[in-house]
């Protein structure tokens, strides 16, 4: 690695983060969540808070690994169904769901990602479609394979009515977990060891990286905050059918978030997030067109892409010295 990796202070800028993240989470669960006046307030922090923790989780194989995912919409699914499977057949809490759902997209994305991992670029991100698309179908199904009425197929599954206080809370409280996990791997080997990997595979592997481990865990890593979100989702909407967990134009969502907000970054899935939830949400209440949202949407992406690769994080680290410290992405370096 370079000289100028070794000199980072990663003990401060860790520490600084992680206090940035606890104060919006106290700003955040210090909202009322049982006045009806808030109650929109309510929904819209819940969907960008949705939208970061999938970006979020994303971030930590397509950002830091480098390895693109377009499938990611199995893992939201396979987090949603469990928690509602579980709920209609033991009667478990929803919210307590969540790490069993979590460790079973984990696993799934470890059966999957062991043989997909070792693909590069586009053959990985076309393998990754193929497993979205046929997770989809197999759980659209999975009733008439078995003759067992499991996730009733494309009818949807119906959770009971659910305190939104109490999603409110859980959801604050993954983000939380979530934003110190990817500053934790960021900041330490592991994260050197995925940035390594994303710059350059085979000379990462000529210096002893456990490239092929790295990449499964982080894989797994990602799954699992992923199928997180899948559960929340369940217990905020309190129905699931297959086309909209696993439909594709989730995983679209999950890649583009990180890519305006920074990919590789820190905050950059923050800030995707709360373009893609929140400023769609309010051009969405002034416009009767549903296609707008996404086309203004699109069209900062195009921007994005053409003039700032960084994103937003980047446009922040380049405005104030300050920024760097929590923007700056560590794929500048080299290895």
């Known amino acids: ?10 003990a401060h800028d860790r520490g600084a983060q992680i206090v940035v993240v ?19 307030l309510i929904r819209i922090t819940f969907l960008v808070l ?24 199995a893992f939201l699914g396979t987090g949603a169904y469990v928690t509602g499977t579980l709920w209609q057949t033991f009667h478990i809490d929803p919210l307590l769901t969540l790490p069993i759902a979590g460790l079973a997209a984990a696993l799934y994305s470890v059966i999957v990602g062991a043989p997909t991992l070792r693909l590069r670029g586009p053959y990985f991100a ?26 009733h197929g494309v009818t949807g599954i119906s959770l009971p009515n659910y305190d939104p206080a109490k999603v409110h809370y859980a959801t604050v409280a993954v983000f939380v977990v979530v934003m110190i996990t990817t500053i934790l791997i960021r900041e330490g080997r ?41 559960s929340l989702y369940a217990a905020r909407q309190q129905f699931l059918d297959p086309t909209t967990m696993f439909g594709f134009d989730k995983s ?20 995707g997030a709360l373009l893609f939830g929140g400023v769609q949400d309010q051009i969405s209440s002034l416009t009767r067109n549903p296609y707008l949202p996404q086309l203004i949407y699109g069209l900062l992406l195009v921007l994005v892409v053409l003039f700032e690769p960084l ?25």
């Open 126 to 151: 076309i393998a990754t479609i193929g497993v979205g698309e046929a997770t989809r179908l197999f759980v659209s199904n999975i009733d008439d394979i078995t003759g067992q009425v499991i996730t």
């Open 1 to 10: 690695m370079t000289e100028r990796l070794r000199r980072m202070d990663w």
């Open 252 to 271: 679209i969502q999950v890649v583009l978030m990180p890519v305006v907000g920074g990919l590789g970054t820190v905050w950059g899935p923050v800030f």
């Open 22 to 40: 606890l104060l919006v989470a106290v700003v955040l669960a210090a909202i009322p969540t049982n006045e009806r006046q808030y109650a929109n």
């Open 50 to 73: 949705w939208y970061a923790i999938m970006a979020g989780a994303w971030n930590i194989i397509g950002g830091y690994a480098g390895q693109v995912s377009f499938g990611h919409a």
């Open 311 to 335: 994103g937003v994080a980047g446009l922040l680290g380049r405005a104030s010295s300050a920024g760097r410290a929590f923007v700056r992405p560590r794929r500048e370096t080299t290895v």
């Open 190 to 230: 592991f994260g050197l060891g995925l940035f390594a990997i994303n710059m350059d595979r085979d000379a990462a592997e000529t210096s002893g990286v456990p490239t092929a481990r790295l990449q499964v865990l982080a894989f797994a890593i990602s799954a699992f905050f992923t199928a997180c979100a899948g």
